[in-house]
């Protein structure tokens, strides 16, 4: 499937998928194919030219569809309980470069907020570079 990163963006995006109560099995089974096949085609395109890839009408359209159309359909207490284990690990706070899902990342210098409707890398705030957060979940 790729790297450690691409392997576990694909259990996160399954565990998702698990979350939303609506699809049955076969969905399920489908989506969570879709998913595998489309990050691997990804992950080989991203393997190539990482800068280029990101930056890629494709990816970014890709990005905003994939994560806000499970984000729409999950139910956010069940993804809660998908980064239980995160928040616990890393004692509520993350650092810039942690992996880090869904919810909204505070930063502790200033309290600017953004919103995670998917696993990330934890970048330096937007507004004064630094570099720790709170992730708080979303309202169910």
């Known amino acids: ?59 970014q359209a890709w990005d905003k569809i994939t994560w806000g159309t499970l984000a729409s359909i999950t139910d956010k207490t069940q993804v809660e309980w998908t980064e239980v284990g995160d928040d ?19 930063c502790v210098r200033c309290g600017y907020q953004k919103e995670l409707f998917h696993p990330a890398l934890v970048l330096s705030c937007a507004n004064c570079d630094g570099k720790e957060f709170m992730r708080e979940g979303f309202e169910p």
Do not use: P
Request: hydrophobic letters at 35%; glycine letters at 10%.
């Open 88 to 106: 616990l690990e890393h004692q509520g706070r993350y650092q810039v470069g942690d992996e880090v899902g869904f919810g909204v990342l505070t």
């Open 1 to 59: 499937m790729g790297n450690d990163f691409t392997q576990r963006f694909v259990l996160k995006a399954e565990a998702y998928l698990g979350a939303a109560g609506d699809l049955t099995k076969k969905e399920l089974t489908e989506a969570s194919a879709y998913i595998r096949h489309d990050v691997g085609e990804l992950n080989k395109d991203y393997q190539t030219s990482v800068a280029d890839f990101k930056l890629s009408a494709w990816y």
